[in-house]
């Protein structure tokens, strides 16, 4: 079980790392549209889009990705704490 605890969080962290590297390469123009864009845009977009359709961006900053790292962060946390209540 304990085995389990560690991959979700693992994947959870690879994950939040893929995101703010999907992030950071708005800021690099033509970023996005090589392969690794390409292949961030389609793990990373589909967790983003209801963000994007909850949260309005504020003037031209769009939030909604801090947002959704914040969520990634209390998901593992709450994975932290159920392991240590169940172990």
Known sequence: MGL??????KLITYY???????ILMSW??????TAIGKFLAKICEPYLEPFRRIIPPIGMIDIS???ALLVLNFASSGLAQVYTWVA
């Open 16 to 22: 939040s790392y893929a995101l703010v590297i999907y």
């Open 4 to 9: 389990l605890f560690y991959y979700l969080t």
């Open 65 to 67: 990705p801090i947002v």
């Open 28 to 33: 690099f123009p033509n970023a996005r549209g």
